[in-house]
């Protein structure tokens, strides 16, 4: 691969995420990708009877008010900070379009509050008055990325093509759990025994993260799916069905910070939200 193919596949990688939302608070030091939270908000507003949801996007309510991170951000995310949802949506109900947007209000702040991201203000727009719901859309297609589901064509098609060399999957997640149910206390704490090597940073890092309940996989959208530097330490995750991604991440942060060998800052970066069936 050369240094321009490289390049191409990052910026299409970050693109597809869309923008890197704080996921509760700022002591959290946590993100929710854009693209893992849109499919969970575009649910719960196709489950409004009477809603065909279009665009949706979510952003800070108020740039100007944002905080500062606790903890090293990824690459471009958000500052933490309240969020505004906006959400395009077509009305197929003879229900009264006040009432119908304040059911979709409610829903959204509902699944908002789930994800874990601190939504304060939804901003609503009706697209089109429909005689009756159109035909349901059929499943994605083939190759396309968990959670761009209700992307743009560009950006799903980005989705589809990240990079997953460095997702921690299957067989290699067991390995990575091995490695830890194998490696003793200093070894797991980055230390070293007398007559014998510890187990490599990213690995020990990696195996207490994949551990935590709530942790579907880990994932490399941005990179490696675990960084370390001076700076601090990164870790990239996928939640699983029936776990609040923002337990998740608190709880991925806890038990990584148990096993580094000196304090460093740990952020968590959630890149997929399974939604379930």
């Known amino acids: 691969m050369t240094t321009a193919e490289g390049w191409t596949g990052a910026v299409r990688a970050r693109l597809g995420l869309g923008r ?14 854009e693209r893992a939270a849109e499919p969970v908000l575009r649910r719960a507003a196709a489950e409004v009877p009477g809603v065909v949801p279009g665009r949706i996007r979510t952003g800070l309510a108020d740039p100007g008010s944002a905080g500062a991170p606790a903890v090293p951000p990824p690459p471009a995310a958000l500052p933490p900070g309240p969020l505004r949802i906006e959400a395009e949506f077509a009305s197929a109900t003879a229900v009264p379009l006040p009432e119908l947007a304040e059911r979709l209000r409610t829903a959204l702040l509902t699944a908002g509050e789930h994800l874990g991201l601190p939504v304060t203000v939804v901003d609503l727009r009706v697209t089109a008055l429909l005689d009756a719901p159109p035909e349901p859309e059929g499943a994605p297609a083939p190759g396309s990325a968990p959670g761009s589901e209700g992307l743009p064509p560009h950006a799903a098609a980005a989705a589809a093509t990240e990079p997953r060399d460095a997702a921690l999957t299957g ?17 797991a704490a980055g230390g070293r025994r007398d007559g014998a090597g510890s187990a490599e940073p990213r690995d020990v890092i990696a195996a207490a993260a994949v551990a935590v309940p709530g942790v579907a996989r880990l994932t490399g ?11 601090g330490v990164r870790v990239e995750c996928a939640t699983a069905s029936g776990h609040r991604p923002v ?15 000196s304090p460093l800052p740990v952020t968590v970066l959630v890149t997929e939200v399974d939604c379930g069936a």
């Open 171 to 187: 067989d290699a997640r067991r390995e990575a759990r091995g490695t830890a149910a194998a490696a003793g206390p200093e070894e």
């Open 221 to 231: 959208t941005l990179g490696a799916a675990v960084r370390v530097e001076e700076s």
């Open 20 to 33: 890197l939302l704080p996921l509760g608070a700022a002591q959290d030091g946590a993100w929710l990708a």
């Open 247 to 261: 337990e998740v991440a608190r709880a991925v942060r806890a038990a990584v910070t148990s096993v580094l060998p």
